[in-house]
T-cell receptor, first 111, second 113 residues
Framework: DTGVSQNPRHKITKRGQNVTFRCDPISEHNRLYWYRQTLGQGPEFLTYFQNEAQLEKSRLLSDRFSAERPKGSFSTLEIQRTEQGDSAMYLC?????????FGPGTRLTVT | ELKVEQNPLFLSMQEGKNYTIYCNYSTTSDRLYWYRQDPGKSLESLFVLLSNGAVKQEGRLMASLDTKARLSTLHITAAVHDLSATYFCAVDNSGGGADGLTFGKGTHLIIQP
């Protein structure tokens, strides 16, 4: 399978714990995006990488959130001190230029 | 701030009928995307519209873009049950994708026999 992959697919955590998600983009796609989707809403942009450089961050990305893309390959999204409001589906997408291909997402539940 | 509005947000229709979903956006953009999402699944790319007047068709779905009116439409012809899903339009206003996409709230489509 050469699509975008994300791990884990589901994560349940207690409030206050830290969580980290991983995204493996389609190989040779230099652009990588993170989005968050809550029930009944469209995805909301969080951050964007071109190769290893993080070029844009949404105001939705509070200082509890950090994302990296070492060596311009896979990316990680970490949420520190999780809150119940962080419960959502976290989607990763990669793109060669315009069209974005989405991964299956990581569903986070904060209890 | 870019706003993307879809209507209707919910649509129940019968098989065999035609219908159109509308997507309006608030700032100038030459790139508009349509995605499909099934319950509990990720987003599947349907169409990428990259210029004014662009029209693309795939099976029973046809999408068009009018950048002057800031309007895109997704037309469904002779609907079948398998097309039941949530459809999102999304706009890229950065001139290169650097800001990510801004999505509408989605149109939840149910097609009944």
């Amino acid at each position: 399978d050469t699509g975008v992959s994300q791990n884990p697919r589901h994560k349940i955590t207690k409030r206050g714990q830290n969580v980290t998600f991983r995204c493996d983009p389609i190989s040779e796609h230099n652009r990588l995006y993170w989005y968050r989707q809550t029930l009944g809403q469209g995805p909301e942009f969080l951050t964007y990488f071109q190769n290893e450089a993080q070029l844009e961050k949404s105001r939705l990305l509070s200082d509890r959130f950090s994302a990296e893309r070492p060596k311009g390959s896979f990316s990680t999204l970490e949420i520190q001190r999780t809150e119940q409001g962080d419960s959502a589906m976290y989607l990763c997408a990669s793109s060669p230029r315009y069209e974005q291909y989405f991964g299956p997402g990581t569903r986070l539940t904060v209890t | 701030e870019l706003k993307v509005e879809q209507n209707p947000l919910f649509l129940s229709m019968q098989e065999g009928k035609n219908y159109t979903i509308y997507c309006n956006y608030s700032t100038t953009s030459d790139r508009l995307y349509w995605y499909r999402q099934d319950p509990g699944k990720s987003l599947e790319s349907l169409f990428v519209l990259l210029s004014n007047g662009a029209v693309k068709q795939e099976g029973r779905l046809m999408a068009s873009l009018d950048t002057k009116a800031r309007l895109s439409t997704l037309h469904i012809t002779a609907a079948v049950h398998d097309l039941s899903a949530t459809y999102f339009c999304a706009v890229d206003n950065s001139g290169g994708g650097a800001d990510g996409l801004t999505f509408g709230k989605g149109t939840h489509l149910i097609i009944q026999p």
